[in-house]
């Protein structure tokens, strides 16, 4: 289905797991599908995807928003950066915020592949990188993985001194 702005949104993208249309459960969700149709996102709608992400959360709970989170994951393709690395960066708060989620390995590779995610939408940017090894380093303790991190971060970040020296800062920081 066409929004009037060029970008396809597909009926399934906006259904529950069990194929009934999000808005016949909840009015607020199908007034949000129906705003999302209508303006495609862009960097000044991340607070109300944030928002929305809130209120998924409180109201349907975690396995909604982690539904919601992959299928905007391929409809964000066409989306501003700015608007898939704020999806990404709030989908790792929420998931990181669950009590136990760093014994739980299905949690952590969940967090992982969204940090896969926002690495590969912001591939030069050296802070994702940073925040990727601070979250093993602090939230898994996996250094192996850091470093591995820390040398596939290298090969692309734009800044690679700038990068290098505020890697070390962290490491000092850590011990």
Known sequence: ???????????????DDEGKEVGVVDPILSKFKTAFRSCPPTPSTIPL???????????HGLSQIRSLSDKFSSILITAHSSV????YQKCIEVE????????????????RELWERL??????????????????????QDFAKATHLYWR????VEDKDGFVRRYEELKGADV
């Open 1 to 15: 289905t066409g929004n009037g702005n060029g970008m396809e949104v597909d009926e399934e993208e906006w259904s």
């Open 49 to 59: 995807i944030n928002l929305y992400s809130d209120y998924i959360i409180e109201a």
């Open 84 to 87: 898939r690395t704020a999806l």
């Open 96 to 111: 990181t915020s669950q009590s136990g989620w760093e014994a739980n390995k299905e949690s952590v590779r969940r967090v």
């Open 119 to 140: 690495v590969g939408v912001e591939g030069g940017s050296g802070d994702a990188w940073l925040s990727y090894i601070q979250f093993e380093l602090q939230g898994t």
């Open 153 to 156: 971060a290298v090969k692309c």
